[in-house]
């Protein structure tokens, strides 16, 4: 008897800093995501849309280690992410990724500039180093008064720039935003978006943002649409395929 042999992994492309082949994820028993493929290039602003569960969240997950693909390969700068073990995908989070969702989730008992600096910190850089990176960001979000005040004295939008702040702080080759401009007004999502699209120019960041904001789209350089957890031109071709039983059950009904 034989053992089967997994067939090797392919090769990413070179000019793709991002890579993701056939990935297939699902939510106890339901599937989240069905043969993804996505390639993104260094400095590339990407935008992942669909409704709400088409599996935009869960692909970003995916793509920064935070879950493991039970089917699939997910490369960053050639190196496989699908087969590192939890404490080499935490590394890689912390020290070349960042991560903005739809809430803050700032530390309360740490002020702004704390909370900013926090990834410079754990990754081991110098204390004066971090603040100065952390307050950099935190001035060109128009935040910078409030860097040694709490979280608690600050409006959620200001939260929100902080959180930005924070994924930005570690200059991260790829930033994955989930939903960032949900909780803000107009002009707060204006100059959230603004700063974001300014750091990926200027510092050749690679951004993923899954959003239902046209603001947010209009300002990537390509959109992937998504659609029960598949590409959305999929997942319609597939609909549009499956056979009707519209007139089979008219005429059980008319023979009855």
């Known amino acids: 008897?034989?053992?089967?042999?997994?067939?090797?992994?392919?090769?990413?492309?070179?000019?793709?800093?991002?890579?993701?082949?056939?990935?297939?994820?699902?939510?106890?028993?339901?599937?989240?995501?069905?043969?993804?493929?996505?390639?993104?290039?260094?400095?590339?602003?990407?935008?992942?849309?669909?409704?709400?569960?088409?599996?935009?969240?869960?692909?970003?997950?995916?793509?920064?280690?935070?879950?493991?693909?039970?089917?699939?390969?997910?490369?960053?700068?050639?190196?496989?992410?699908?087969?590192?073990?939890?404490?080499?995908?935490?590394?890689?989070?912390?020290?070349?990724?960042?991560?903005?969702?739809?809430?803050?989730?700032?530390?309360?008992?740490?002020?702004?500039?704390?909370?900013?600096?926090?990834?410079?910190?754990?990754?081991?850089?110098?204390?004066?180093?971090?603040k100065h990176a952390a307050c950099e960001w935190l001035d060109r979000l128009d935040i910078g008064a409030f860097a040694r005040k709490r979280p608690s004295a600050l409006t959620r939008a200001e939260c929100q720039r902080v959180a930005l702040a924070r994924a930005l702080a570690n200059e991260p080759a790829v930033l994955f935003a989930d939903e960032p401009t949900a909780p803000l007004h107009r002009t707060e999502r204006a100059l959230l978006l603004r700063t974001l699209t300014t750091a990926a120019r200027?510092?050749?960041?690679?951004?993923?943002?899954?959003?239902?904001?046209?603001?947010?789209?209009?300002?990537a350089d390509r959109q992937l649409a998504l659609l029960d957890g598949r590409p959305a031109a999929a997942a319609s071709a597939l609909a549009a395929s499956a056979p009707d039983t519209t007139e089979g059950q008219a005429a059980c009904s008319l023979s009855a």
């Open 1 to 130: 008897m034989y053992a089967m042999v997994a067939p090797p992994d392919t090769a990413p492309p070179d000019n793709d800093v991002l890579w993701a082949r056939s990935l297939h994820y699902s939510h106890g028993g339901s599937p989240g995501l069905i043969g993804i493929s996505v390639g993104v290039r260094q400095g590339e602003i990407l935008a992942l849309t669909g409704p709400r569960g088409s599996g935009k969240t869960t692909l970003l997950r995916c793509l920064s280690g935070r879950l493991l693909p039970e089917q699939g390969e997910v490369w960053f700068n050639s190196v496989p992410v699908h087969r590192m073990g939890a404490l080499a995908r935490e590394r890689l989070r912390r020290d070349r990724f960042g991560w903005i969702g739809p809430e803050p989730q700032l530390l309360p008992e740490l002020k702004v500039w704390e909370n900013a600096a926090l990834p410079l910190l754990l990754a081991g850089a110098s204390h004066r180093a971090a």
């Open 202 to 219: 200027s510092h050749a960041i690679t951004v993923l943002v899954a959003t239902h904001d046209e603001e947010t789209v209009a300002v």
